[in-house]
T-cell receptor, first 114, second 112 residues
Framework: NAGVTQTPKFQVLKTGQSMTLQCAQD?????MSWYRQDPGMGLRLIHYSVGAGITDQGEVPNGYNVSRSTTEDFPLRLLSAAPSQTSVYFC?????????????FGSGTRLTVV | KQEVTQIPAALSVPEGENLVLNCSFTDSAIYNLQWFRQDPGKGLTSLLLIQSSQREQTSGRLNASLDKSSGRSTLYIAASQPGDSATYLC???????????FGQGTTLQVKP
């Protein structure tokens, strides 16, 4: 049981480049989320999804796009990378329903934009 | 809008001391409250999950409580050890949206 898998673990981008951060879970979880973690700012929600085909914005969505075509995958796209997007990105998933059993996190992607 | 606050931001204690980390939240419709541990440069490890119908959960030397009426949760660490040094994060799941919202964390240092 792999849990939540994020790739790549590390990435360096040049300003203006685009890329996709991958997130996959094998627990059949309905809820999936993307966070960024910055020193002094804590973990902030970028986008989240409550099921395939359904996504919504979190606290800091600007500069990021998401889609959810399958239950398993929730990729995060940076359309035109900026130095302000240098951060550690975490993907998380959880089952839905009245008894939400807590979120499971991936190991993170450390992104540097130069 | 759910807001989660953790106090103190940092804490330094001698080994063996019992300690309490505090977490407060604004959304009384919270579904559950989850405590995580994060070591420097690492990911998040889930420590305890308290569902909305529960008042506390225990795992080894850790005990977490949840009081929805007052909007508070506490993480109690008994007989602290240097290996407990890390950042502890609390996060609440909104009952309306399923979103998980984090506090800023408490960085704990346990000195030998």
């Amino acid at each position: 049981n792999a849990g939540v898998t994020q790739t790549p673990k590390f990435q360096v981008l040049k300003t203006g480049q685009s890329m996709t951060l991958q997130c996959a879970q094998d627990m059949n979880h309905e809820y999936m989320s993307w966070y960024r973690q910055d020193p002094g700012m804590g973990l902030r929600l970028i986008h989240y999804s409550v099921g395939a085909g359904i996504t919504d914005q979190g606290e800091v969505p600007n500069g990021y796009n998401v889609s959810r075509s399958t239950t398993e995958d929730f990729p995060l796209r940076l359309l035109s990378a900026a130095p302000s997007q240098t951060s550690v990105y975490f993907c998380a998933s959880s089952s839905a329903g009245q008894a939400i059993y807590g979120y499971t996190f991936g190991s993170g992607t450390r992104l540097t934009v130069v | 809008k759910q807001e989660v606050t953790q106090i103190p931001a940092a804490l330094s204690v001698p080994e063996g001391e019992n300690l309490v980390l505090n977490c407060s939240f604004t959304d009384s419709a919270i579904y559950n409250l989850q405590w995580f541990r994060q070591d420097p440069g690492k990911g998040l490890t889930s420590l305890l999950l308290i569902q909305s119908s529960q008042r506390e959960q225990t795992s080894g030397r850790l005990n977490a409580s949840l009081d929805k009426s007052s909007g508070r949760s506490t993480l109690y660490i008994a007989a602290s050890q240097p290996g407990d040094s890390a950042t502890y994060l609390c996060a609440g799941t909104s009952g309306n949206t399923g979103k998980l919202i984090f506090g800023q964390g408490t960085t704990l240092q346990v000195k030998p």
